[in-house]
């Protein structure tokens, strides 16, 4: 297993998470999970599109009350990520970063996610699933134990870390 990776993943702030990924595509997300000892991290990358169903300053009260709703659900790890019972994990305070929408066209939202576990979990629920409609195809790139890997998820799918 390649410590340094997980290292780098575990340590990696929002912005060099954000533009290690490729390109922005509506309905589809990046998340990177790194495993390590106790630790887990999520980091999402997601266009705002999927997630506020726009992708523009809000404008409407609609808009800007999906654009409040959205960004309290993102610090929620729980309304997103649930790690299997048996690990024990408890979530840290998230880092949530919103788009500004300041330069026009395209916008993403980036959220890392913390969790101190008392054993590795073996798979992660993603609930963001029923949160959130516009995801249709979630990117997994996993740092664990058991080594590294890519995972193209469905909706609907929960995220095997083994």
């Not at 890392?112 to 409609?133: D, G, H, M, Q, V």
Request: with cysteine; net charge positive.
């Amino acid at each position: 297993m390649n410590k340094l990776l997980i290292a780098a993943l575990l340590s990696l702030g929002l912005s060099n998470i954000a533009a290690a990924h490729g390109a922005h595509v509506h309905g589809v997300a990046e998340i990177d999970v790194a495993i390590e000892g106790k630790q887990l991290l999520i980091t999402l990358e997601s266009p705002a599109d999927n997630l506020l169903g726009f992708e523009h300053a809000p404008k409407t009260a609609a808009e800007k009350a999906t654009f409040k709703k959205v960004s309290e659900q993102l610090q929620n790890a729980a309304s997103l990520f649930v790690p299997d019972a048996a690990a024990q994990c408890k979530a840290a305070t998230p880092v949530v970063k919103m788009p500004d929408f300041g330069k026009g066209g395209h916008s993403d939202i980036d959220a890392e996610y913390r969790f101190e576990c008392t054993t590795p979990p073996n798979n992660i629920s993603l609930t963001l699933w029923k949160n959130f409609a516009g995801f249709k195809t979630i990117n997994a790139n996993l740092a664990t134990a058991q080594g590294q890997k890519q995972l193209k998820l469905k909706a609907g799918q929960v995220l095997s870390l083994k």
